[in-house]
Nanobody, 118 residues
Framework: QVQLVESGGGLVQAGGSLRLSCAASGIFGAFGMGWFRQTPGKEREFVADISGTGGGANYANSVKGRFTISRDDAKRTVYLHMDNLKPEDTAVYYC????????????WGQGTQVTVSS
């Protein structure tokens, strides 16, 4: 059974940093991993993803240069390090997994709230 559990969210002032973690069970290895976020009334949006086969990482333009996605396959964990946070980064952040870099994301975590105060 696949399970993704996010942690690390919280309240931070603008300009601050947070690191989100996503612990995976039932999968990892070659699975592609991603982070998405959603605010009330809006659709879930892509934040970043990282290949399971050494293909690198991709970022949304809104977070490029501020956020870094990484993975530790030994710990079956993917991270999202967020620097220079802005109030518009406030959202529920979701971890997601897919079988390969070419599949849709089929597995989702429950989300963790990030709130950035101005």
């Amino acid at each position: 059974q696949v399970q993704l559990v996010e942690s690390g969210g919280g309240l931070v002032q603008a300009g601050g940093s947070l690191r989100l973690s996503c612990a995976a069970s039932g999968i990892f290895g070659a699975f592609g991993m991603g982070w998405f976020r959603q605010t009330p009334g809006k659709e879930r949006e892509f934040v970043a993803d990282i290949s399971g086969t050494g293909g690198g990482a991709n970022y949304a333009n809104s977070v490029k240069g501020r956020f870094t996605i990484s993975r530790d396959d030994a710990k079956r964990t993917v991270y999202l390090h967020m620097d220079n946070l802005k109030p518009e980064d406030t959202a529920v952040y979701y971890c997601a997994a897919r079988v390969s870099d070419y599949d849709q994301y089929n597995y989702w975590g429950q989300g963790t709230q990030v709130t950035v105060s101005s």
